[in-house]
């Protein structure tokens, strides 16, 4: 069993930046894909970010793409999402999660964290 936490989300102006972390503890992320989602109120639930934690290879949707950057920390267990030039619509609950490989579809991803929560201002 994958236990995944996220932290990092917080209010921040449009413009501005965060870095989400996401740190697995039962099992190392050592074999799998980390993907990271969000879901704004009354949306379903959307592809951010991924990245293979064995090799480099990341994967952005085109609303991120060029403003936030999917990072490992080897020692740490942990996977960061900074993201810069937040837009208001970037504004939602973030999640992490971890699968088998990587894929933009929720359903590849058994293990979720709990979210954090990123609010963008105008």
């Known amino acids: 069993q994958v236990q995944l936490a996220e932290s990092g989300g917080g209010l921040v102006q449009a413009g501005g930046s965060l870095r989400l972390s996401c740190a697995a503890s039962g099992r190392t992320f050592s074999g799998y894909a980390v993907g990271w989602f969000r879901q704004a109120p009354g949306k379903e639930r959307e592809f951010v970010a991924g990245?293979?934690?064995?090799?480099?290879?990341?994967d952005y949707s085109d609303s991120v793409q060029g403003r936030f950057t999917i990072s490992r920390e080897l020692a740490k267990n942990t996977v960061h999402l900074q993201m810069n030039s937040l837009k208001p619509e970037d504004a939602a609950d973030y999640f992490c999660?971890?699968?088998?490989?990587?894929?933009?579809?929720?359903?590849?991803?058994?293990?979720w964290g709990q979210g954090t929560q990123v609010t963008v201002s105008s």
């Open positions: 999660a971890a699968g088998p490989s990587l894929t933009r579809n929720v359903n590849g991803y058994p293990y």
């Open positions: 990245t293979r934690w064995s090799s480099v290879k990341s």
